[in-house]
């Protein structure tokens, strides 16, 4: 049974040598779910049970040069990051890739800055993933008063949902922070940027996790 997440959001980060590298210097069979998004080019570098894409067309097929389509991405991976705060896409953009990810057999994993909203992001087979504007992408600083904070808006926010939601905390989750976050928060699980290039640092996350 899946106890919780660490996803791996590694961005427009690491090249094919450096993922290589990284997969070389990762082993790990426990019972968190881990989850890769690469790139696109590098979907097939990574076992199918493990990839997640980074974002998706919202057009099904056809002539959209430079896109790549949900029936391409689930090829590769299980499940797809939907709506990160850094592609600045709108809420009716991202429900319709929400929906085409589902309507294909991939997970998608539905990223949120408004707390307010997660009930209009949720539908049954989503993961919901709370990026605090305040953390995301802020080279790792995360302070207690956050930690505070990130937990009064998690336990607010897994109130309006159903029981059965699976809520992912992301930004600035690093190895100093996951313990404080780990023991005083209801998160399901982490998404990890710049923590994540390091596999040893993403490793020393999942083991607290695990706890
Ligand atoms: P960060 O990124 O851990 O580098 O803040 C998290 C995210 O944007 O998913």
Same mark, same amino acid.
């Given at each position: ?43 097939? !570098? ?8 980074? @974002? =998706?067309?919202? #057009? ?6 430079? &896109? ?73 600083? !995360? ?8 937990? @009064? =808006?998690?336990? #607010? ?6 029981? &059965? ?47």
């Amino acid at each position: 049974m899946i106890k919780k997440y660490a996803i791996a959001n590694w961005k427009m980060n690491l090249s094919l040598n450096d993922i290589t590298k990284w997969l070389n210097n990762f082993q790990y069979t426990g019972n968190v779910k881990v989850l890769l998004a690469p790139s696109y080019p590098y979907l097939g !570098l990574i076992d199918h049970t493990r990839c997640s894409a980074q @974002n =998706v067309s919202v #057009k099904e097929q056809g002539s959209h040069t430079g &896109e790549t389509g949900i029936f391409q991405i689930k090829d590769f991976c299980t499940h797809c990051i939907i709506g990160h705060s850094e592609r600045k896409e709108s809420k009716k953009i991202v429900l319709e890739k929400r929906d085409l990810c589902l309507n294909n057999g991939v997970t998608p994993i539905v990223c949120l800055s408004n707390p307010e909203e997660s009930y209009d992001y949720y539908r049954s087979g989503t993961l919901l993933a709370w990026e605090d504007p305040k953390n995301i992408s802020v080279g790792g600083v !995360l302070n207690q008063i956050d930690i505070n904070e990130i937990k @009064n =808006v998690i336990y #607010k926010m897994k109130k309006a949902l159903p029981e &059965e939601a699976v809520l992912i905390y992301g930004g600035s989750v690093n190895r100093q922070n996951i313990p404080a976050l780990n023991n005083t928060t209801l998160i399901d699980g982490v998404l990890v940027g710049g923590a994540s290039l390091d596999p040893q640092h993403f490793m020393d996350i999942i083991k607290v996790l695990e706890k």
